[in-house]
């Protein structure tokens, strides 16, 4: 998705840590890789112009991606906290974006969870044979139209993010990011080279995707770029300021923001030449407008059952999603214990059955919004859908905005290039001073403002 003064002392107690810079830069990218660089990336890509869209996200990952990331690593890494504690320590007229950034986190694990559990369901699906029941129109909303199964792989998925998260950071998550990240690497590129060689007509879908199409180019080029560049960094949740508040002193916050970002935009751009192609050779321009659940779990699995040895392909693709959604909802998990640690100072565990107990009371409410109780709705939508629209669409973006302008002329920010020249020399300071001051603000009020449009069909991203 951390002192008692503006210096930089060490918490008042023994925090973990990350064994080394390839521990943390795996693991803050593993947060950063997730469902979103998967089924939404490539939608947008395809939406708005290909190679155009790739320029002005890889700009604004550069620039604004960037700025915010080595300020919440910053932040963590200076106060030694989680965001609640970070917060507080540095100013107490801003307790209340660590209160924020606390609560996302808690509202997105329980209903990440759950799709977590679809993904694990079609794994197995897969493995046993039924890719062909699967390519089905009617087998998704069936299946999560049903009461038992979509509950007991929620439940597995979270078991298995709470375990890992009791191991602790460099047992527990370090060990398995450093793991499942380049295994994710490995089974995205083998899925995306077979994908554009096996397909007949994928090559014109690659040339789609990669070529600019200047005339596609508009100002929602720019904001869904920005948009998606904002929610798939993991950024304003929480995670980059604990993950930075495990980060030792030596290891620079620079040449590390840069490589988490290399992570997360290569996975991304990977993800769009693994699909896109694909869906345009099996439908053409047309079939690109699916995105979300209905891309990953309708139109993929068509594509999977016409496609030479699909079923090997289709089962490889979600054993590689679901390590995406993993990585990314250990860290969810972490950031609301490592919250609970500073704030209650009771054991790891402890904190990990807490978390895990709202978490399951949260997430069946996400999973049975689409069976038992979709008749039950919050402003017109099911559980999971609003959970996500006020984490994602509303809090975020608040925390963001709000966290750029203390940034940027409350803390200041030569507190943070302090913090980053401890590890040597921060060579794009000048670049940061300007972006989190005056860029970043009008950039994140856009999203927000974008963002809440989308979601009640004034406009379309």
């Known amino acids: 998705m951390e002192t008692k003064n503006i210096g930089s002392a060490a918490a008042p107690t023994k925090r973990s840590s990350f064994t080394g810079k390839i521990g943390f830069v795996l693991a803050a990218a593993g947060s950063a890789v997730g469902l979103g660089n998967i089924w939404r990336f490539p939608y947008l890509a395809a939406k708005y112009g290909g190679g155009i869209f790739l320029l002005v996200y890889i700009a604004l990952a550069v620039t604004f991606g960037f700025s915010l990331m080595v300020s919440e690593i910053a932040i963590g ?215 979300g659940p209905s891309l990953m779990f309708v139109t993929l699995p068509k594509i999977f059952d016409t496609m030479p040895g699909g079923a090997v392909i289709g089962c490889i693709f979600f054993v590689m999603v679901f390590f995406a959604a993993l990585t990314s909802s250990i860290s969810l998990m972490e950031t609301v214990v490592s919250t609970l640690l500073d704030k209650w100072k009771i054991s790891r565990k402890l904190c990990c059955l807490v978390v895990l107990a709202f978490s399951v009371l949260l997430g069946v409410c996400s999973s049975l919004g689409y069976s038992a109780w979709s008749e039950v709705t919050i402003i017109g939508m099911q559980f999971l859908d609003f959970f996500d629209f006020i984490s994602n669409n509303i809090l975020m973006p608040i925390v963001a905005f709000v966290t750029s302008l203390f940034v940027g002329f409350i803390l200041k920010p030569k507190a943070i290039i302090d913090e980053i020249e401890l590890s040597g020399e921060f060579k794009w300071k000048k670049m940061f001073s300007v972006v989190i001051r005056f860029v970043a603000p009008v950039c994140i009020f856009a999203i927000l403002v974008s963002s809440v449009l989308n979601v009640f069909g004034v406009i379309k991203i």
């Not at 046993?128 to 029941?133: A, E, K, P």
């Not at 597995?156 to 602790?168: H, Y």
């Not at 960094?233 to 995670?239: D, F, Q």
């Not at 290399?262 to 769009?272: R, W």
């Open 77 to 291: 890494r200076k106060t030694g906290l989680s965001p609640l504690g970070a917060f507080r320590k540095l100013d107490k007229r801003f307790s209340f974006v660590g209160v924020l950034a606390a609560v996302i986190p808690a509202i997105i694990l329980p209903y990440y969870s759950v799709i977590g559990g679809w993904v694990m369901k079609y794994i197995v699906g897969f493995m046993v044979g039924q890719g062909t029941d699967m390519a089905a129109d009617s087998y998704f909303g069936a299946y999560i139209g049903s009461v038992g199964e979509p509950l007991l792989w929620f439940a597995v998925f979270l078991g298995l993010t709470a375990i890992i998260v009791l191991l602790g950071v460099d047992k527990g998550i370090e060990k398995v990011s450093k793991f499942m990240m380049p295994a994710l690497i490995v089974l995205i590129l083998f899925i995306a080279i077979y994908s554009i060689f096996a397909v007949d007509g994928a090559w014109e879908g690659v040339l789609y995707y990669i070529k600019p199409d200047f005339s596609k180019f508009s100002i929602m080029t720019v904001v869904a770029a920005m948009g998606q560049l904002f929610y798939s960094m993991s950024l304003a949740m929480g995670i980059m300021i604990t993950f930075g508040s495990y980060m030792k002193k030596d290891i620079s916050i620079e040449k590390s923001a840069h490589q988490i970002e290399l992570f997360d935009t290569g996975v991304a751009f990977l993800a769009g030449l693994m699909i896109v192609p694909a869906v345009f050779a099996f439908g053409g321009e047309a079939a690109l407008s699916a995105s």
